[in-house]
């Protein structure tokens, strides 16, 4: 990362500067700091930044969870995350010694157990693969961002971070397929997390009957941009999210399709991270994946989410 990235002693527009990552998704922001005071022609321009890389990242010092929470305010008010509930549904303690936060709306996203040390399943997301997925899709009103600050990192690798265009996505989309969606919607499973994990206290579906979670359309308009975008959320092994008003077979043929063709390499970028790193990414517009982290290694992270609006259809 170059030296020159926060030197300034404060945020100005004369320092900020946004460079594209050449992908189909994602630039980085230099001459921003998160722990100093945001003008709010800084703000704009970060939210500008956003609206047209749908991926924004910056290095800087490592942030205190106050200054976490302000800097995720410049893009909306915050999202508590869907997943806490599950666990506190079962009387655990979601904030131990390894996640600690004042604010319900930081989430702790690590690879550490109950005995401090690094571990492949900790009841969350670990250190498993995490597939493409948009953040708390399972939920009625899905968070429109999240915001990913890294505080100990792997020194030898894993747990990289990709991202994909969700809009470019749904414009190269076969015009077979296109006419296939028109007006489609699919139920989002909410039993079992990213990593494949079943939820505390969660029964798995055995038919798409018990499939439990909130209805979406197939395409998105998003809210600030206007454009359209492909919302596929994640997919588990079956039964699992399914399109409305199909059969089981036709639903799993057309879902494989879709898939296939959003998870295109073409459509992506990869984030490496570094202790201080921060990236910021549109739920409404991107999917994101995470490579699995070798269990020798500590990997502790600090996520805010952004409140989102109710999913709204391009045919509605």
């Not at 008010?77 to 010694?97: C, I, N, S, W």
């Not at 039993?191 to 969660?202: C, E, F, H, K, T």
């Not at 970028?269 to 910021?280: A, F, R, S």
Request: proline letters at 7%; hydrophobic letters at 35%; glycine letters at 8%.
């Amino acid at each position: 990362m170059p030296d020159t990235v926060n030197t300034a002693t404060a945020n100005t527009l004369a320092n900020f500067q946004v460079i594209p990552t050449g992908k189909a998704v994602g630039a980085e922001i230099r001459g921003f700091n998160g722990t100093l005071p945001i003008p709010n022609d800084v703000k704009q321009a970060l939210r500008d930044a956003w609206a047209k890389h749908m991926v924004l990242y910056w290095h800087g010092p490592k942030m205190s969870d106050d200054q976490l929470m302000a800097v995720s305010e410049v893009f909306g008010p915050p999202h508590t995350a869907a997943a806490r509930k599950y666990h506190l549904a079962q009387g655990e303690h979601v904030d131990d010694e390894y996640m600690i936060s004042k604010h319900p709306s930081v989430s702790i996203i690590s690879n550490i157990g109950r005995d401090g040390k690094p571990v492949m399943d900790n009841g969350g997301l670990g250190s498993y693969e995490v597939v493409w997925h948009s953040d708390n899709s399972y939920v009625e009103v899905p968070p429109a961002g999240s915001m990913l600050h890294a505080l100990v990192v792997p020194t030898n690798g894993g747990g990289d971070t990709s991202f994909n265009n969700q809009y470019l996505a749904y414009e190269e989309l076969p015009d077979d397929l296109k006419k296939a969606i028109e007006g489609k919607s699919q139920v989002h499973d909410s039993s079992r997390n990213s990593a494949g994990v079943l939820r505390p206290g969660v029964k798995p579906p055995t038919t798409p009957e018990e499939v439990q979670g909130p209805t979406h359309p197939l395409v998105r308009l998003h809210p600030v941009t206007g454009k359209k975008a492909l919302y596929l959320g994640r997919r588990r092994v079956w039964p699992s999210n399914y399109i409305i008003g199909m059969s089981n077979a036709d639903s799993e043929a057309l879902l494989d399709k879709l898939w296939a063709h959003a998870t295109q390499e073409k459509y992506a970028w990869m984030h490496k991270w570094t202790e201080g790193d921060t990236v910021l990414w549109d739920n409404r517009c991107c999917m994101h994946y995470r490579t699995e982290i070798d269990t020798a290694q500590r990997r502790i992270m600090h996520r805010t989410t952004i409140k989102g609006d109710a999913v709204r259809a391009p045919w509605a």
